[in-house]
């Protein structure tokens, strides 16, 4: 039998689990080390964020007949978790539970990716996780994305063991896991579809139990996967009837710049180098880890086609580019010496940690600063006066002191909106008094007569009480607080 060459042998070492049962050395030890420590920050300012629009809906939401929900397990979960911390529904109380998911995707990212990897890659990659300014964002958001991340990385862990061992039912059953993230947003089935889908069309592994384990778990995997189609269908239909784009080529240009901007251009260029490199190497495991997240965006971008895609909807994918920009620290011939490893680390995690940081102290949390706002408003007002907001959902939950459930239905604050774009007018003619709590950014959505006649209003009859400015990245998130007369 004719020996491997030089070339096939790097292959060979390269397709092999590395590491599965190699001891940690001390580059992954220190980089693991990091991230756990790092990922303390989820916790840090948790509860001194206003609550913003998404937030008091899950509240509310929470609240409701559950039954009309396609993700009710999220819901659940979050007042489970409010009413076992005394049944107030206070910032921290609320977004506890997505940050503690969003912690343990970090052990997770670094648990899930080692077989596949090695060591190094995957501590590495669970660092750019723990820094991430967007998986921290999430973090602190009472919302279910980071939920569907924490569950996916489950299933790519236990499908990924499984197609190594050479099982079958193992590497299926880690898809299926994968797609219970469906339970608290529909992106968890891009995430087990991808999986799937990389499986398939490439094994992590050449060999022929692996290869043949892979196609079998697909296949099995794509039987309660047809028969989901009508469900999906369902929600896809509805979601596109709210949220259609005119301009297919618009709608990917949206989904494909908002995903850039908080993956960052830093971290994508990276990813975009690393691709390379598998590619060039024909690095099967590199190039498995690679199609999962190509295969989840091309799928995104066909949707965004026909309805609005946003950057959360790729959440889920996150781990997985981390994992792709971390690859290169696990080439032998790159890491022969310590600085190469050292400068791919640096050049990873500090522009995300940058990131971070600004989060955390400039930026505010990035969310409008409602519950200043409202404070002010409920301190100065009489018992009649009317308060008047846009939207009205948030400072209707300030408002009542976190008591009204029916935030959909505001009952204490008149909404503003294009459609009810001068009911301030009639009460103005009475003298009646009002308190107008405003975010700036959202009169854009007025018609623009409707928009100046209201500017004009404010400029000419009403007094500018305070403006709590939020500016992020050319948005401006500020509140404004008018009183009449």
């Known amino acids: ?12 070492a390269a397709a092999s689990p590395r590491g599965r049962d190699e001891s940690p050395g001390a580059l992954e030890l220190i980089l693991f080390g990091l991230a756990l420590a790092l990922g303390l920050l989820r916790f840090v300012r948790l509860g001194r964020w206003s609550l913003w629009f998404d937030e008091v809906l899950t509240w509310g939401d929470a609240h409701r007949s559950l039954g009309g929900l396609t993700n009710d397990v999220g819901y659940v979960l979050v007042r489970w ?3 076992a911390l005394g049944g107030e529904p206070t910032e921290t109380a609320l977004r506890l539970l997505p940050a503690l998911a969003g912690f343990a995707a970090i052990p997770l990212t670094h648990w899930a990716f080692r077989p596949l990897a090695g060591g190094r890659r995957a501590a590495l990659a669970a660092l750019v996780v723990a820094v991430s300014a967007w998986q921290l964002q999430w973090s602190q958001t009472a919302r279910f994305y980071t939920l569907v991340q924490a569950t996916s ?47 398939l069309f490439s094994p992590p592994d050449g060999h022929a139990r692996v290869r043949r384990a892979s196609r079998t ?30 301009n297919p080529l618009s709608g990917v240009a949206h989904f494909a710049l908002s995903t850039g901007s908080y993956v960052t251009p830093a971290l994508g260029a990276v990813a975009v180098a690393a691709a390379v490199l598998m590619i060039v190497r024909r690095d099967r495991p590199g190039l498995f880890a690679l199609l999962v997240p190509v295969l ?10 026909l309805a609005t895609v946003s950057a959360q909807y790729a959440f889920v994918l996150f781990p997985w580019i981390a994992l792709v920009a971390a690859w290169p620290i696990g080439f032998d011939d790159l890491g022969r010496t310590r600085a190469i490893p050292a400068a791919l680390a640096v050049a990873l995690v500090l522009p995300q940690l940058a990131e971070s940081m600004l989060y955390l102290t400039v930026q505010g949390g990035q969310r409008p600063r409602w519950r200043e706002a409202v404070r002010l408003v409920a301190q100065r007002r009489a018992p009649d006066d009317l308060v008047l907001s846009l939207p009205s959902t948030v400072t209707e939950f300030y408002l009542t002191g976190g008591r009204e459930t029916d935030v959909r239905r505001p009952d204490s604050v008149v909404h503003l909106d294009r459609y009810q774009a001068r009911v301030y007018e009639t009460w103005a003619q009475e003298g009646r008094r009002m308190w107008f709590v405003l975010r700036t950014d959202y009169l854009n ?6 928009r100046a006649r209201l500017r004009r209003f404010l400029g000419d009859e009403c007094r500018l009480v305070e403006r709590f ?17």
């Not at 039998?1 to 060979?12: G, I, K, V």
């Not at 794509?222 to 784009?245: D, M, N, Q, R, T």
């Not at 989840?296 to 086609?305: E, I, P, R, S, V």
């Not at 959505?445 to 409707?450: A, G, K, L, V, Y």
Request: aromatic residues 10%.
């Open 296 to 305: 989840g965006g091309a799928a995104l971008a066909a949707a965004a086609t």
């Open 217 to 246: 778990a697909f296949l099995l995997f794509a039987v309660p996967g047809a028969l989901a189609i009508p469900f999906v269908w369902g929600v896809w239909s509805s979601y596109v009837s709210e949220k259609a784009v005119g």
């Open 153 to 199: 990385l489950v299933g790519a862990g236990v499908t990924i063991r499984g197609a190594f061992a050479g099982s079958w039912i193992r590497a299926a059953l880690g898809i299926a896991v994968a797609g219970v993230g469906v339970l608290f947003h529909l992106s968890g089935a891009i995430a087990a579809a991808a999986l799937g889908g990389a499986l």
């Open 1 to 12: 039998m004719a020996r491997p060459t030089a070339l096939e042998s790097t292959h060979s």
């Open 81 to 83: 978790t409010v009413e």
């Open 469 to 485: 400015p939020v500016l992020v990245e050319g948005r401006d998130l500020s509140i404004e607080v008018w009183r009449f007369p």
């Open 445 to 450: 959505t007025f018609r623009s007569e409707d």
